[in-house]
């Protein structure tokens, strides 16, 4: 397994691009602006979108690279996400008002877009690798994904906040070698987090003791301006752990 970062700020600017990893080069989980760094042709590798929820940080990208292969693929991408996540794609993007439904285009029974339903703890396998969504704690509704294959186990939780549920689900697995998730605020803004249902450094450094595992933090989404601030505040909250900040072009592996 070979996770390319090729977005994980919590907003955009110079250099910085949203959610977006791209495993095996023909998986996307989550598609966000780091979407638009690939060329056509990586884009036309890519067979289907794993999507965390709704927001556009982490759906922006999947619009417009259907565009992008309009015509330019024999075949649909598939796009799997909670069945609450597909819904608000079809009714607030892909609608025909802000969007083009390529649900239905070029054709209902030939469409750049099929949609799949998932639910947690439903694994799926592909290309050798093993996606489990389980239950995240978000504004909307939202999973995180463990992925396994022969080398290990990397979990990512997408956009979270601090519920027993996701410690739950990652304690069942019988190993974890790595954790993304996410930091998206300062602990000065802490009651911003517990409305958007975001972590901050303290926050996640008390949550952290509910995990049996001890896998390597990779950490992601910190909002533009803010990262060297969260930096200062997780060398504090983190120093029991092992992790480091993901930057866009980083590579994973278990």
């Known amino acids: 397994m070979r996770i390319k970062v090729l977005g994980c700020s919590g907003g955009i600017g110079p250099g910085l691009r949203t959610t977006a990893l791209l495993v095996n080069d ?29 927001h556009l940080d982490h759906v922006c990208g999947l619009a417009f690279m259907a565009d992008n292969l309009f015509g330019l693929i024999d075949r649909p991408l598939d796009v799997f996400a909670l069945d609450e996540t597909l819904d608000a794609l079809r009714k607030h993007i892909f609608n025909w008002w802000i969007w083009p439904d390529f649900g239905e285009l070029p054709s209902t029974n ?11 703890g439903h694994a799926m396998h592909i290309d050798g690798v093993r996606y489990t969504p389980f239950p995240v704690l978000h504004a909307v509704p939202a999973v995180g994904y463990v992925m396994q294959d022969a080398g290990g186990t990397i979990a990512f939780t997408g956009d979270t906040y601090a519920d027993d549920s996701v410690w739950n689900a990652l304690n069942a697995l019988p190993q974890l070698d790595r954790l993304m998730i996410e930091i998206a ?11 958007s249902r975001h972590f901050t450094p303290s926050l996640l450094g008390q949550e952290l003791h509910k995990l049996r595992h001890r896998p390597e933090l990779l950490l992601t989404h910190h909002k533009p301006g803010a990262e060297a601030r969260i930096e200062k505040e997780c060398r504090i909250a983190l120093a029991d752990w092992s992790y480091r900040h993901l930057r866009r072009g980083d590579i994973i592996t278990p």
């Open 26 to 54: 023909e998986t996307l989980v989550d598609a966000g602006t780091g979407v638009g760094d690939l060329s056509l042709s990586r884009m036309r590798r890519i067979r289907r979108v794993l999507l965390t929820h709704a």
């Open 110 to 120: 030939a469409p750049i877009i099929n949609y799949h339903t998932i639910e947690t």
């Open 185 to 195: 605020f300062t602990d000065e803004q802490a009651e911003l987090g517990r409305v």
